[in-house]
């Protein structure tokens, strides 16, 4: 029970670092307003926001009302009584993409645009599959395309600096 606290705790945490992610490749790519102090501030702000709102909405009271259940043979624990849209992801998700589009206008890079896109249509798209596996197929892709992107821009930083 434990370690399935702690993802929830993970969760509340590392997901809405993906902001100061998003505003690291914003200064990669050259565009100009990143470079602005204020951007750094409402980066930050938006990431201890949503770490705190998470927190306080969810994350507390999700570790209080675990509960066990089996799927599909295997045991885990799941927050009891919890629904609606995540909001913190789709602010987040939001973010990405528009930092993607930055990207994708200014080096004609799609990868970024495309593992976000599809973590969006991916979540509202309903396919015959039992599992809950897909989320974390897209949520892979899109941390791929993050890692792939970061790489990219470094390298056309070094290149520039040549």
Do not use: C
């Amino acid at each position: 029970m434990v370690l399935s606290s702690l993802r929830f705790w993970l969760h509340a945490f590392a997901t809405p670092t993906l902001i100061l992610v998003g505003y690291h490749i914003l200064r990669s790519s050259g565009a100009k307003f990143a470079n602005r102090s204020i951007t750094n501030v409402v980066a930050w702000l938006i990431t201890v926001g949503l770490v705190i709102y998470q927190i306080v909405g969810f994350t507390l009271s999700e570790v209080q009302n675990l509960k066990v259940i089996e799927e599909y043979g295997v045991l885990r624990y799941m927050a009891e009584g919890h629904g609606g849209p995540p909001m913190m992801v789709i602010i987040v998700g939001l973010v990405l993409l528009f930092v993607s589009l930055i990207v994708l206008f200014k080096h004609k890079w799609v990868w970024l645009f495309v593992g976000t896109a599809l973590l969006f249509v991916g979540q509202l798209i309903s396919l015959p599959v039992e599992t809950g596996t897909l989320t974390n197929v897209y949520e892979l892709i899109l941390i791929l395309s993050i890692w792939r992107t970061t790489t990219f821009l470094k390298n056309s930083t070094d290149r520039r600096r040549r």
